[in-house]
């Protein structure tokens, strides 16, 4: 098949399930954090809700063979990228539908695939509220939260998986979890994406994914392209309330996404 008919046509919010991989970009609470109750009394501990907006920046997404993140830093010597751009391509996920535009589209080679990949910016615009005790929370430019006038635009940044956009005592930039569908791997990194080992330089972040089946994504002549979908609702915006009582909100901030690779 000529490299040129092979097209990645379209992003679009999905609750499907497939062949796909979970990057967990929760900055102050795990990403394990459970999805918020409906206007609650009180909140007990951060949740998460489905964002108003949720951009982000692909610098290469693509398919492996055997796991790039075994190692300390990422190793693509087994993968086949299906989309690369120098620049990096935004696109606001949050919504319904959203279109690729840029990078160039790579035919990968003809193989089974077990692992997905994709690597980004480490930094995540995003916007949202939240109804807590009959009162509307609205994010503000800042991540914070006013009861007042509607959600504003702001930017999140992850330095560290533990501390999300601040550096703990010991900074974190890598990530493991086990998952009811497989298990998901992340590293923070630098343009060349080799691990950070210095808190507050990262600028990429790349995750891996092998689903729990034995399934795999084979790719063969007669494959025409992928779609690639993501799924924000309910876990991609992270409700941090207040410390004292739990009564109000008191910060906003990024939460989980679930991209996924449908060949056609």
């Given at each position: 098949?000529?490299?040129?008919?092979?097209?990645?046509?379209?992003?679009?919010?999905?609750?499907?399930?497939?062949?796909?991989?979970?990057?967990?970009?929760?900055?102050?609470?795990?990403?394990?954090?459970?999805?918020?109750?409906?206007?609650?009394?009180?909140?007990?501990?951060?949740?998460?809700?489905?964002?108003?907006?949720?951009?982000?920046?692909?610098?290469?997404?693509?398919?492996?063979?055997?796991?790039?993140?075994?190692?300390?830093?990422?190793?693509?010597?087994?993968?086949?990228?299906?989309?690369?751009?120098?620049?990096?391509?935004?696109?606001?996920?949050?919504?319904?539908?959203?279109?690729?535009?840029?990078?160039?589209?790579?035919?990968?080679?003809?193989?089974?695939?077990?692992?997905?990949?994709?690597?980004?910016?480490?930094?995540?615009?995003?916007?949202?509220?939240?109804?807590?005790?009959?009162?509307?929370?609205?994010?503000?430019?800042?991540?914070?939260?006013?009861?007042?006038?509607?959600?504003?635009?702001?930017?999140?940044?992850?330095?560290?998986?533990?501390?999300?956009?601040?550096?703990?005592?010991?900074?974190?930039?890598s990530a493991s979890e086990s998952l009811s569908?497989?298990?998901?791997?992340?590293?923070?990194?630098?343009?060349?994406?080799?691990?950070?080992?210095?808190?507050?330089?990262?600028?990429?972040?790349?995750?891996?994914?092998?689903?729990?089946?034995?399934?795999?994504?084979?790719?063969?002549?007669?494959?025409?392209?992928?779609?690639?979908?993501?799924?924000?609702?309910?876990?991609?915006?992270?409700?941090?309330?207040?410390?004292?009582?739990?009564?109000?909100?008191?910060?906003?901030?990024?939460?989980?996404?679930?991209?996924?690779?449908?060949?056609?």
């Open positions: 098949m000529a490299a040129n008919s092979f097209r990645n046509l379209l992003l679009k919010a999905s609750t499907g399930v497939g062949f796909c991989f979970a990057i967990f970009m929760a900055f102050t609470e795990p990403a394990r954090s459970a999805t918020c109750a409906d206007n609650p009394s009180s909140l007990s501990t951060s949740c998460t809700v489905t964002p108003e907006r949720y951009v982000i920046t692909v610098y290469e997404m693509g398919l492996c063979t055997s796991d790039p993140l075994s190692g300390t830093n990422f190793d693509g010597s087994s993968c086949s990228a299906t989309l690369t751009s120098a620049d990096g391509i935004s696109v606001d996920i949050a919504g319904a539908t959203a279109t690729l535009s840029g990078g160039t589209d790579v035919r990968p080679a003809s193989a089974a695939y077990e692992y997905a990949y994709v690597k980004m910016s480490n930094s995540f615009g995003l916007r949202g509220s939240y109804q807590l005790n009959n009162t509307t929370y609205y994010s503000t430019s800042s991540g914070g939260s006013t009861t007042s006038g509607s959600s504003t635009n702001f930017t999140s940044t992850l330095y560290d998986f533990d501390g999300g956009g601040t550096c703990t005592g010991s900074p974190s930039y569908g497989g298990t998901m791997k992340a590293r923070l990194a630098d343009s060349s994406y080799t691990t950070s080992t210095s808190c507050g330089g990262s600028t990429r972040v790349v995750g891996s994914f092998k689903p729990t089946t034995t399934d795999t994504l084979t790719i063969t002549e007669s494959t025409k392209g992928l779609q690639v979908s993501f799924t924000t609702t309910g876990i991609a915006l992270t409700v941090i309330p207040d410390s004292e009582t739990g009564a109000t909100v008191a910060s906003f901030d990024g939460g989980p996404f679930q991209p996924q690779f449908e060949k056609f």
